[in-house]
């Protein structure tokens, strides 16, 4: 489906409103926009896992992002946080969990987690995850959406600088940075369980292309990665100057 057509499912959605207190602003139509999110964003951009589409078509995105950015949250596009930071884009978050192939009990790593968004998304999958993020205001989004909505400890949050990684709990058998980063640092790739998989946004190769996701993997004592698909995102501002894998 191309930018265009999604466009207007965009549009649709949110034209669908329910009616709020009399003479007073209508409220957007949140399920309608899940919906159209799943079925015009993701199924149409090879995002394939039952799970995955059940935990998106489940999750409310909106509660995500601060509230005057709620109109936003099923956009098709990167919504822009507070920090220089973003909630990524539907399709591009949902192809990333993808390449973790999670499974239930999976013990998951997020890094430069931001709202939590993705963090929720994989414990919905039924990893078990813990959630590293340092900017104070970003947890606090996180904190209250997460509220409630998940069995208690599906997703523990913590406040450190994301670059080293979460030694404490490795090791890993997912780990997500949710951002682009010039490399993989060795420590994080170091936190892998044997056979762990690791999924990124990667720079273009050469000057001029574009930034791809990538696919790690953790295999006889090495890590290597893979390219997997064109993306663009924020780059994790912690990372540019952290040492790592070049592949």
């Known amino acids: 489906m191309d930018k265009a057509a999604m466009m207007d499912l965009d549009r649709t959605a949110m034209a669908g409103m329910t009616h709020g207190a009399p003479g007073g602003p209508a409220a ?12 015009g964003q993701l199924r149409p951009n090879k995002v394939t896992d039952p799970l995955l589409l ?34 990524i884009e539907p399709m591009v978050i949902a192809r990333l969990l993808q390449l973790l192939r999670l499974r239930e009990g999976d013990r998951m790593l997020v890094l430069g987690a ?12 039924g990893a078990r995850v813990v959630a590293v993020e340092d900017d104070p205001a970003l947890l606090g989004i996180a904190r209250q959406a997460l509220d409630g909505l998940l069995p208690a400890g599906a997703v523990s949050l913590v ?16 780990i997500l940075i949710e951002g ?5 640092p060795p420590a994080i790739a170091a936190q892998l369980a044997e056979g762990g998989r690791l999924a990124t946004i990667l720079p273009g190769a050469a000057r001029g292309q574009a930034a ?15 390219d997997a698909f ?8 912690h990372f540019q100057a952290a040492p790592g894998f070049v592949f």
């Open 54 to 87: 059940a935990a998106m078509g489940a999750l409310p995105r909106e509660r995500f992002v601060p509230a005057a950015l709620a109109p936003r949250a099923y956009a098709d596009e990167d919504v822009r946080l507070p920090g220089g930071r973003a909630l």
């Open 159 to 174: 406040q450190a600088d994301p670059v080293q990684g979460h030694a404490a709990g490795a090791p890993y058998d997912a």
């Open 230 to 237: 064109d993306c663009a995102t924020l780059a994790l501002p």
């Open 28 to 39: 957007p139509d949140w399920e309608a926009a899940r919906r159209f999110m799943v079925d």
């Open 212 to 226: 791809r996701a990538v696919s790690g993997l953790r295999a006889g004592g090495s890590f290597s990665v893979t």
């Open 114 to 125: 931001g709202t939590g968004y993705a963090a929720a998304v994989a414990a919905r999958c």
């Open 180 to 184: 682009e980063i010039p490399a993989v």
